[in-house]
């Protein structure tokens, strides 16, 4: 079973930028995802990629994150800028469906 493990999360004002990682055990799937999950709410899906680096992103996050992936890493990425305090949420990665064990995910506070 792939582990997933997620880090660069932290504290940052808003239209600041933070870089986030997913490192997996073995190989990724084909299409890769970010979700994030704010307090007393859903996981929802910010960010997708194909192994071929095709992405798409919600409506949210367009044009201020940026979704990557290197595959002889096994790693995932998302860059984000321009970050606003409604970013704040737990960040997971997962394949999509998500289909692996979720990790325990980083935390991303944006301050006002």
């Known amino acids: 079973q792939v582990q997933l493990v997620e880090s660069g999360g932290g504290l940052v004002q808003a239209g600041g930028s933070l870089r986030l990682s997913c490192a997996a055990s073995?190989?990724?799937?084909?299409?890769m995802a970010w979700f994030r999950q704010a307090p007393g709410k859903q996981r929802d899906l910010v960010a997708r990629?194909?192994?071929?680096?095709?992405?798409n992103y919600a409506d949210s996050v367009k044009g201020r994150f940026t979704i990557s992936r290197d595959n002889t890493k096994n790693s995932v990425y998302l860059q984000m800028n321009s970050l606003k305090p409604e970013d704040t949420a737990v960040y997971f990665c997962?394949?999509?469906?998500?289909?692996?064990?979720w990790g325990q995910g980083t935390q991303v506070t944006v301050s006002s």
């Open positions: 073995g190989s990724i799937s084909s299409i």
């Open positions: 997962n394949a999509l469906p998500p289909l692996l064990s």
């Open positions: 990629i194909t192994a071929g680096g095709f992405a």
